[in-house]
């Protein structure tokens, strides 16, 4: 592996959300979804050159983005998409939020799957709709779907779109071509729009496939909107760039119009040549690929670590991401005061899995995505802290 991801970095006094929150300097922060590690090369060449010509005014996004864009989602995920289908704006959140705006009226339902990214909730309560939740089923240390739930949610008549998290948050499951199909197949028996948030997509681990929902057919195509990044693939969350794919003209006017109305429609100068040089350049795309190696190394770290220490504690499959859900509910504790508990006895900071629904009460996601020393000096931290909660 040429990238040295066990670099450590300080990040701590740099006005970092995930290492700054809290002003206690001797916590270790493995929550929010934000890698510790510096970006491919490339990215920051790219963006150093930008700095050199000093000007920083308004953007015009030249088609060099569209083509790294295409270019990308073919050769990594083998879905070809169409410059006139795109839309760019700040985020996938922001993508999300103005594509519910586009789709629903005040009073309508939006389906979920709780445990489910947090942002998904405030995205449809900000645009007066109702969450709708699909409750994945926990079986055997793993999730699948409902289909039979989602059948009756589906044929709601206010149900008017599903917010897919494909490949999932905080579950980390990469679902099959078989499951997705059963999804659409639903959803569009009963006129509900997909919207799918693969921002998560380059970050799938051995023996797992990335399907874009779009990519399964003509009416998969007409029927969804898909939201895609490059910032949790090359750590670039705080350049700002997201892409909403829409085949259907029709809806891609609505989205567009809603894009303008929330005023999320200008990118910056830093994000266009930081795509560019993430989906373009050979080097960036082997700083992934080692990327995903150490994380997955990093994952077998964890799994053997609580097998080893903490067997009452189920670590669910990592199918993708860099999130490990973690089952406390042998515990008996909410899951916000396990969180404060080990900040307290531990000095390590996860996330809450109410955070993603009341569907995550007694769970715990715990973010892999730093140096490997880092990591063990916070699973060893996690042990001090469980040792003195479990007696």
Not at 58 to 84: G, L
Not at 145 to 153: G, R, S, V
Not at 322 to 333: A, G, K, Q
Request: charged share 25%; net charge negative; aromatic share 12%.
């Amino acid at each position: 592996m040429q990238h040295n991801f066990d670099e450590k970095i300080v990040r701590r006094g740099t006005n970092s959300y995930k290492w700054d929150s809290k002003t206690n300097d001797d916590i270790i922060p493995l929550w929010v979804a934000d890698m510790d590690f510096k970006t491919a090369q490339p990215i920051i060449d790219a963006l150093t050159n930008r700095v050199q010509h000093g000007i920083f005014g308004y953007t015009k996004v030249p088609d060099a983005y569209y083509n790294a864009v295409i270019s990308w989602f073919k050769r990594r995920h083998n879905f070809t998409i169409e410059k006139e289908w795109m839309i760019y704006t700040i985020g996938v959140v922001p993508a999300i939020s103005a594509t519910i705006l586009a789709l629903t009226e005040p009073g309508d339902k939006v389906i979920v799957q709780e445990p489910v990214y947090n942002c998904f909730f405030s995205s449809i309560r900000n645009n007066k709709c109702e969450s709708f939740s699909n409750d994945l089923i926990y079986k055997d240390g793993k999730y699948t779907i409902d289909f039979n739930d989602l059948e009756k949610k589906a044929a709601d008549p206010k149900a008017k779109v599903m917010l897919l998290c494909n490949p999932h948050n905080p579950a980390g499951c990469v679902w099959t071509k078989d499951e997705l199909e059963k999804v659409g197949e639903i959803c569009f028996r009963n006129n509900v729009i997909v919207v799918s948030d693969e921002i998560h997509c380059d970050l799938v681990h051995p023996g797992y496939t990335h399907t874009p929902f779009a990519s399964l057919g003509q009416q998969f195509l007409k029927n969804s909107v898909t939201c895609v990044a490059p910032s949790k693939t090359f750590n670039l969350a705080g350049l700002q760039i997201a892409n909403i794919l829409t085949y259907d003209a029709e809806i891609r006017k609505k989205i567009d119009k809603a894009i303008n109305i929330n005023e999320v429609c200008d990118v910056s100068p830093f994000a266009v040549e930081g795509l560019i040089a993430a989906y373009t350049h050979e080097d960036s795309e082997k700083w992934l690929d080692d990327l995903r190696a150490y994380l997955w190394d990093n994952y077998l770290l964890v799994k053997g670590f609580f097998s080893e220490n903490f067997p009452q504690f189920p670590i669910l499959p990592l199918e993708a991401t860099y999130l490990v859900w973690i089952d406390t509910s042998v515990l008996n504790i909410k899951s916000e005061q396990l969180t404060e508990l080990l900040i307290e006895k531990g000095k390590v900071w996860l996330n809450e899995g109410t955070v993603y629904g009341a569907a995550g009460e007694g769970f715990m996601r715990l973010n892999i995505a730093c140096p490997r020393d880092v990591l063990q000096e916070g699973l060893n931290r996690l042990k001090t802290a469980f040792d003195q909660i479990t007696v």
